[in-house]
């Protein structure tokens, strides 16, 4: 399968070209976080000339707001801060210094173990939607200065479920920084196993588990970043075996969803149940960050576990 990430990276820069700029492309999924994401995502780019198009409701507070405002505050309400949905790429532009990224090199061949109707001609439609090649974004930058490996999930692509290739890729990015001896982060957003590839997902729990016990086992830094919605497969496995759990606020976190919870122990859960703040009170998350903090988080926990600095 051919990897189509020219709306990330200019196409000239996916050959030879081993410094990668990181566009400002990146639709404003406006109040993703809610059944009003598709509605915006679909006036992303073409009717700037429509005044409605260009405003967005916050979900949160219910105060309406230019999309713009929204995006250049990355994606956070300005009146409330409810945090939107962002795309892997301007996530990891916003978290990296200019010019340091480089993509790993991780090409994995599209397979439909299951036969499953439809579903290549649904990953290359993504592809070309969100100029990603998979659910994942992984590669090498600086923050702060400080070298690192940063893998960005992408709730945009097929809700960042974990198929074989984003399993693969994650494998890829844990056993590259173990080799290079560089801290590991990830920023998990995922509804789960791919259903698509039935048990070859839920394989991916055990190789991307491995990898990290193995990194972690050779004295690895790994930072876990949990942001909305981090569930299923990608909960049970990766994302809550960081060193440092660190989380979005207000983000979903779990493992099943509420609802079947509730169904098969027969209770109601508490008020806030899976949320960061609820998971931070029982341990589970290290600390909340808020998006326009998160930089500068984790270049100081990157400068705290530097043996020899820059
Ligand atoms: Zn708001």
């Avoid at 399968?1 to 990668?20: C, P, S």
């Avoid at 978290?95 to 340091?100: A, E, H, Q, R, Y």
């Amino acid at each position: 399968m051919k990897l189509n990430v020219g709306k990330i990276f200019k196409k000239k820069d996916t050959a030879e070209v081993k410094v990668i700029k990181l566009n400002d492309d990146n639709s404003v999924n406006a109040g993703a976080n809610t059944a009003s994401a598709n509605k915006a995502d679909k006036d992303s780019s073409a009717q700037q000339s429509n005044t409605e198009d260009d405003v967005t409701v916050c979900p949160k507070c219910k105060q309406e707001f230019k999309k713009q405002e929204v995006k250049d505050n990355l994606n956070v309400c300005v009146a409330c801060g409810h945090h939107y949905v962002i795309s892997a790429d301007k996530r990891m532009k916003n978290l990296v210094d200019k010019g340091t990224f480089k993509p790993l090199k991780c090409k994995v061949e599209f397979t439909n173990p299951l036969n499953y109707p439809d579903y290549e001609d649904k990953i290359l439609a993504l592809q070309e939607k969100t100029g990603l090649d998979e659910a994942v974004l992984a590669g090498t930058a600086k923050i702060d200065g400080y070298d690192a490996v940063i893998a960005v999930m992408s709730s945009k692509f097929l809700m960042g479920s974990m198929g074989i290739a984003v399993g693969e890729k994650i494998t890829n990015a844990v056993e590259y920084a173990d080799r290079k001896k560089l801290p590991l982060i990830i920023f998990t957003a995922s509804g789960g196993a791919r259903m698509q590839e039935g048990i070859m997902s839920l394989m991916q729990m055990a190789k991307t588990s491995a990898a990290v016990e193995k990194f972690n086992n050779n004295g690895g830094l790994y930072i876990s970043v949990l942001t909305h919605p981090t569930t299923g497969g990608v909960t049970a496995s990766f994302a809550t075996l960081g060193d440092i759990t660190l989380a979005e606020p207000e983000a979903l976190i779990g493992f099943a969803g509420p609802r079947v919870i509730e169904q098969t122990i027969g209770q109601k859960l508490p008020e806030g149940f899976q949320r960061s703040e609820f998971l931070q009170e029982h341990g589970f998350v290290d600390q909340i960050v808020p998006r326009d903090k998160m930089r500068e988080t984790i270049a100081h926990i990157l400068r705290l576990h530097s043996k020899r600095g820059k």
